[in-house]
């Protein structure tokens, strides 16, 4: 069983930044792959940006694609979001989640926090 809980989020101004950050329970947390999906309002949970348990492999998706940055701390078992360039359709309940393998759809993962609402004002 790994807890994770979800923690930075707030109400930004577009074009600014925010950084979120995932805390993991579990002490084998470099063995899972970690991801950020996000659910806004009235819409389908949409991936964000996934890293496998080394760090070394990374996917995003591409409304993301150079503005936002995944990683990870091991040592922490802590997974991060740094988001820049935010846009008001990035408004949205993000989640981080964990599982055996790096993947872009949601049910690959097994474990999910409980989300950090953005909220990005135009």
């Known amino acids: 069983q790994v807890q994770l809980v979800e923690s930075g989020g707030g109400l930004v101004q577009a074009g600014g930044s925010l950084r979120l950050t995932c805390a993991a329970s579990r002490r084998t947390f470099s063995s899972y792959a970690l991801a950020w999906f996000r659910r806004a309002p009235a819409k389908e949970r949409e991936f964000v940006a996934a890293?496998?348990?080394?760090?070394?492999?990374?996917l995003y998706a591409e409304s993301v694609k150079g503005r936002f940055k995944i990683s990870r701390d091991n040592a922490k078992n802590t997974l991060y979001l740094q988001m820049n360039s935010l846009k008001s359709e990035d408004t949205a309940v993000y989640y981080c989640?964990?599982?055996?393998?790096?993947?872009?759809?949601?049910?690959?993962?097994?474990?999910w926090g409980q989300g950090t609402q953005v909220t990005v004002s135009s």
């Open positions: 989640a964990a599982g055996p393998r790096i993947a872009i759809v949601g049910r690959e993962y097994e474990y």
């Open positions: 890293i496998n348990g080394s760090g070394g492999r990374i």
